[in-house]
């Protein structure tokens, strides 16, 4: 019997069945063939197929044309529309939508703005949102994969066969994109890809994707799309008006999975920490808290450095509306959220972006580009518009989805630098044979300028740790844009200086001085982060020499001397209290430390420490201009002794004070800014911090002085091993 016209050609029915049609959107679903109207459909396992409009007109059965569930039939319509098929078997019967009977979702100006690399609302377009389309409630699915020569949805709905949900290529951008009906909130999914040269792709969870399931597990979850309610719009309001350099900021660094955990062990989710975490911190005083990454990551040791989905909150603590709950829950403390933010990298698990489509797409395929040496990942390709702008977008994701107020950008000397890490012959220079990453500075500025631009009130912060000029310096004189940098020297040279044993410290008094000639070069956050208590270096307790009294005075002088220096403040979890082991990301804290008297002194001092930070503006209204800082004493090497003031325009002055050896010094004879009544704001030798209680017992009194020089001086009594803060009490 002749074939009729309307009837698909052989060829192309073993291309479905095979999931190698290179057009399912032109040969599948309702098509119009000549002056007939003919459905065609792939069911596996079906029997009998019948077919029916949105509104229920039967348009009769289908013909099987091939046992593994191809169907075909010639329709009585007089238009496009949904269509819903009713499939059968000899073990029962359901129905199924076709995907085919709709129309693309995407638009020409999405191609348009998607093809200039322009688009600043990807998060809404590509990944899987789900929706009312064309009358039918389904989920939405695009994926960029330019080489690809297939790509399906697969999951549990469709037994993960990639012959049964092909997607259409907007060939343009390299787009991939199909509306499946039915499909909602929980569905789990991946994306089937063919590359180019015919060969199948590992399964590839979705870059866009907003959940992901909990590791092991790699599936990426359609999300619930049910918008966030926020209570927090007097904080949002109040954050818009706010110049961060002039504002007090200091943070509590925390890695969310090892702050506390359950009595079983496991981990706090997010709701636990809205209601554990948020009022700690606050009652400290901090003014924000920073969350390494929370970006969904397979490896639990990686701390959330080595993201695979980008757009997901991690499913370790809850979903997204978890997440989204314990920032609402911050900013109605009046606490400012930061979270980690890793474009400088990606690790190359073959079920995520490493080699996407079958080729080099979101990396380097030159391996002196696209690989890190220091830590076996790729390194993103800054030269594709298409790259660029998945990271551009995921920035202002976070800002806009989740309220962030800031984000720290983690290892960016790594992205500037052509050769970090490199030696000779394994690095390409750029076009002026430079060391220069010039497509990565290009990208840094952008997301720095479209931050700063869309979200104002909030910051953008810069791990840099080399000299490069202008890090936190505005775009349009130079700078990268961010706006504020993390001072690495400040650290590095403190805490060597720190750890010395008192009686050799006057011979490295520079190591405390030193940061002074460049403080205020850039924006900086002063920071003792979880780098130095890592990786056989310790705890900040111990890394102070002498026995338990000296490393807890030591410490707690230490701390004061941070809070009083220019710069804004960050301190990791567990510092607080003088933690004594180094950090374990595999479990919680020591907090049973805190009953003892010692370490409960020292949180106590950070709380203190923060309540005078942001009471007295002179602390933080110019921490990152010279006109806020001056030296009293810098250099009494001998005695190991630094004083300096802390002004802001209209306000009283502050003093502080560090001695640096176990000696105390009597009748310490102190310049002063003004005469008059001081008192010591915090003075880390209290009884109360858990110090000796030695202090200026009352109040000290500056003597007007005659002539050049300092307007006053007063004897004052230094502690041993402490730091005085010395506010202006006028009578």
């Not at 609402?328 to 490493?354: K, S």
């Not at 009083?564 to 049973?592: I, N, T, V, Y």
Request: charged share 25%; net charge negative; glycine share 10%.
């Amino acid at each position: 019997m002749a074939k009729a016209s309307w009837q698909a050609d052989p060829k192309d029915v073993e291309a479905v069945v095979n999931g190698t049609h290179r057009d399912p959107f032109g040969f599948l679903g309702l098509q119009r063939i000549g002056e007939d109207w003919v459905l065609r459909t792939f069911i596996p396992h079906a029997e009998t197929v019948h077919a029916f409009t949105l509104d229920g007109k039967e348009l009769g059965a289908l013909t099987p044309r091939h046992p593994a569930g191809f169907f075909e039939g010639r329709v009585d319509i007089d238009k496009r529309g949904p269509i819903r098929y009713h499939a059968r078997n000899t073990g029962g019967e359901w129905d199924v939508y076709d995907p085919y009977s709709f129309g693309p979702v995407l638009g020409p100006m999405d191609d348009y703005y998607i093809a200039e690399g322009s688009h600043l609302r990807l998060f809404d377009k590509l990944g899987a949102h789900e929706m009312e389309f064309e009358g039918i409630h389904g989920t939405h699915f695009a994926v960029w994969a330019p080489n690809a020569q297939r790509v399906s949805v697969v999951g549990p709905f469709n037994d993960w066969d990639g012959r049964r949900n092909p997607m259409r290529c907007r060939f343009d951008t390299g787009i991939w994109e199909v509306f499946i009906p039915v499909l909602g909130t929980g569905t789990l999914y991946k994306y089937e890809i063919v590359g180019k040269d015919g060969e199948l792709v590992p399964l590839k969870s979705d870059p866009f994707a907003r959940q992901s399931e909990m590791r092991p597990a790699t599936a990426s979850v359609v999300p619930d799309p049910t918008p966030f309610t926020w209570s927090d719009a007097e904080y949002m309001e109040e954050r818009r008006k706010k110049d961060w350099r002039r504002e007090p900021m200091s943070i509590y660094e925390v890695h969310l999975g090892s702050w506390r955990r359950r009595p079983d062990g496991g981990f706090l989710t997010y709701d636990q920490l809205a209601e554990q975490l948020v009022p700690y911190v606050a009652d400290m005083g901090y003014t924000h808290i920073e969350m390494l990454p929370v970006s969904e990551h397979p490896f639990d040791p990686s701390w959330g450095y080595q993201p695979i989905g980008l757009y997901a909150p991690t499913s370790r603590f809850g979903d997204p509306a978890g997440f989204a709950r314990l920032v609402n829950a911050a900013h109605e403390a009046g606490l400012g959220v930061i979270l980690d933010w890793v474009p400088a990298h990606f690790p190359t698990d073959e079920h995520g972006l490493a080699r996407f489509d079958g080729t080099a797409l979101y990396e380097h395929l030159d391996p002196r580009k696209g690989y890190h040496p220091d830590w076996n990942t790729a390194i993103y390709n800054f030269g594709r518009k298409e790259v660029v702008s998945y990271l551009v977008n995921n920035a202002l994701y976070w800002l806009e989805y989740f309220h962030i107020d800031g984000l720290r950008v983690d290892a960016v000397a790594s992205m500037l630098y052509l050769d970090y890490s490199r030696r000779a012959g394994e690095w390409i220079p750029n076009k002026h044979g430079g060391n220069e990453n010039l497509e990565a500075i290009e990208f840094i500025k952008r997301v720095n300028k479209e931050a700063y631009r869309l979200h104002p009130g909030t910051f953008m912060i810069a791990e840099e740790s080399t000299a490069w000029p202008g890090v936190s310096h505005p775009v349009h004189t130079g700078g990268l844009g961010f706006g504020f940098k993390w001072n690495m020297g400040f650290m590095n040279d403190t805490l060597r200086y720190m750890s010395r044993e008192a009686i050799h410290r006057k011979f490295h008094h520079n190591d405390m001085t030193f940061g002074l000639i460049y403080a205020f070069s850039e924006n900086f956050v002063l920071p003792l982060s979880h780098d130095e208590v890592v990786h056989g270096k310790g705890s900040l307790l111990n890394k102070m020499p002498g026995d338990d009294w000296q490393q807890f005075a030591a410490l707690r002088a230490y701390y004061a001397f941070m809070w009083g220096h220019p710069g804004k403040k960050l301190l990791f979890m567990g510092q607080e209290f003088a933690q004594r082991d180094e950090w374990d990301e595999s479990k919680a804290l020591d907090w049973w430390l805190l009953d003892a008297s010692m370490h409960e002194g020292v949180r106590r001092l950070i709380g203190d420490l923060n309540g005078a930070y942001r009471e007295l503006p002179a602390l933080h209204a110019r921490d990152c201009e010279p006109e806020g800082f001056e030296w009293i004493i810098g250099n009494d090497y001998q005695n190991s002794v630094l004083a300096w003031t802390r002004r802001a325009p209209g306000e009283d002055p502050v003093v502080v004070i560090s001695n640096f050896t176990p000696v105390p010094r009597e009748n310490y004879s102190l310049p002063m800014p003004q005469a008059g009544r001081w008192v010591e704001r915090v003075n880390t030798d209290a009884g109360w911090y858990g110090g000796s209680n030695k202090g200026n017992q009352g109040a000290i009194i500056a003597q007007k002085n005659s002539g050049d020089g300092w307007p006053a001086t007063a004897k004052v009594y230094l502690p041993p091993l402490a730091t005085l803060i010395l506010k202006y009490d006028p009578e």
